[in-house]
């Protein structure tokens, strides 16, 4: 079996698995509906957080890192969360939602995990074939929000997909109705009984990089939730709180200034505009 199944929640722990798949339900019904959410998880994460009490500052910013992909952490009360708008949009997407979990455990269930020590994700932590405890249920929760089973029948039926058995190109056009990476929307559709074992690791096999870019441009589908965003800075309301602490007196004059200038320096923001 490929380490992407092997290592999955559904695998490990498949009752812990089903209560998520009810509490993401559940989750669904009072922050999306029916919606496919794709890049609309940025606007959820924010709205969950404003609907719960909690203000949280959302910042997609470029890191030319590939292995960072989101971070999240609790100060004063507060939430900030960290996106890297250098990533692949959909990888972007599937962070946000993994981010969301950490948030959500620390909404509904008053864990001290995320304001003591926080949640850092990198590349291989959202990478099913590596990721292990916490990570697997938060990597797990991201996938059921944004691929919910229903619309993935659904979906299925729409398109006419999988009419002997699913191909790489079934999956594609999947990863463009849902926007999320390749591995996950495999592991959707075997743990939603949609496809076996057998098929999800040939799919693996079959599904290198430059096979899904083929496949892709061929079919002229998915190519869109592939590109980078480095041009998006998005700092939420950090304006705001620069202004705020000018004029309560906050901060030393310097360390506003300073802050300013290292957003100025990196294309975030120019703080004439």
Known sequence: MNKVLEN???QINPDRFQKLRRYVGEFNTSYNGNNIIQDDIFIIVRNYAKRNG???ELFRLPVYDEDFCAFTCVREGKIFTVINSYLPICKQIFAAGHELYHIWRYVSDSDDS????GSF???????EETAKNEDNEANAFSALLLAPKSAITEQIEIYDLGQKEFDLDDVIRLM???????KAMVLRLYEEKIIDAKR???LLEKGSVDNQKHSMRRQNTALRWQKRTEDIADIGT?????QDNMEA???PKQRIEEDIQFLEDNNIWDFEE
């Open 176 to 182: 463009d109705v849902f926007a999320i990476p390749f």
């Open 8 to 10: 999955s929640l559904f």
């Open 238 to 242: 950090l304006h705001s709180l620069i």
């Open 249 to 251: 007196g906050c901060l």
């Open 114 to 117: 995320l304001p003591l020590s």
């Open 121 to 127: 994700l990198t590349a291989d932590n959202m990478d």
């Open 54 to 56: 909690k203000h949280i």
């Open 200 to 202: 999800a690791d040939y």
